[in-house]
């Protein structure tokens, strides 16, 4: 083996207490790879450098060495975006508060296309965090609401109409061919067995049932843009960063049939070309409270690029997946 993931980490002088592990290729299993990029967690600012890999078998992108499941926990603090909270942004509240529910909006709009969504449906979220999708659901539509997330859901109001599970998703015991649809926002990218969460999916769907995955795209244009500052790469917490082909691919040798391929997603675009931006000119650590006027003024200016989000291939794929035969 040319190139040493574990001895390219010492180089990086990580905390003492990071514990890291080798990982093989989660694709095809291989151990050969070859340095791809060093990541940061830009987002929140904390410490630490990451090393992601490309496989020299199969070109699968992942983080590797990673650090052991434990070790990852600090990283998803309760300031942690996935798992806001309702807050006060003073005159910009209700914006902001209209911006979140429209994300919930969006991921409807995509499943209602491309699932039958009524009264009699069994709709699991897996990593759900505070579970404001599935109450969309569950008001709109009248579906039976089911999350997993290995953090509760902090309180939110609503959050006991939802049949939730903690803790990893293929632990929980969940009943065989009873979901209609199984959701994946942003959750498959932080996955650490991505394997055996497309095993569990198919076990808990029925027959007709679909799978549907948002993830950031690698080869984008906002990856194109900032490469290592591309807000995708997300590290220590993103495990895998898809390309397309390798995207596919995955779900396709582990069950699944991919029905409906789309270059964008629920999550608003112009939140990695404002946040990449960011890390690439002012750096790492990004405080909303000083940001969201800027954030809401940049998305008013670039309004006539970003209603061509769904053409221009700028930072998300999603898929709609049935099981094969
Ligand atoms: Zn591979």
Known sequence: MSFDPIQRMQELKNPGRFQFERVKCYSCG?????????????????????????????????????????????????????????????????????????????????????????????????????????????????????????????????????????????????????????????????DYDPIRSLEMAKKVLKEDGKLIIEVPRLDSLTFKLYGKKWPGVQAPQHTILFSKKKFIELLEANGFVVEKYMPYGAFPAYFYIFTGAYFKLLGKGLNLDKIIFPYFLGQLLLTPVLLFSRVLNLSMQTVVCTKKN
């Not at 450098?49 to 699968?60: H, I, M, N, P, S």
């Not at 859901?153 to 969940?174: A, R, S």
């Open 30 to 190: 291989s151990e050969d790879c070859s340095e791809f990029l060093i990541g940061e967690d830009d987002l929140t600012g904390k410490e630490g450098l990451f090393l992601y890999v490309k496989c020299t078998a199969c070109d699968l992108v992942y983080q590797n060495p990673r650090l052991n499941i434990e070790g990852i926990k600090e990283f998803y603090d309760s300031e942690y975006i996935a798992h806001r909270k309702k807050k006060n942004w003073g005159i910009l509240t209700p914006l902001f508060e209209w911006t979140m529910n429209k994300h919930d909006r969006e991921k409807d709009k995509l499943v209602s296309k491309y699932a039958r969504v009524n009264e009699g449906t069994e709709l699991l979220d897996v990593g759900c965090a505070v579970g404001t999708f599935l109450l969309h659901m569950n008001k709109k539509h009248g579906c039976s609401i089911h999350g997993v997330d290995f953090k509760d859901g902090l309180n939110y109001p609503g959050f006991e109409k939802i049949n939730f599970y903690e803790g990893l998703f293929y632990e929980q015991p969940i009943q065989e061919n009873s979901k209609d649809i199984v959701t994946m926002w942003h959750f498959f990218e932080h």
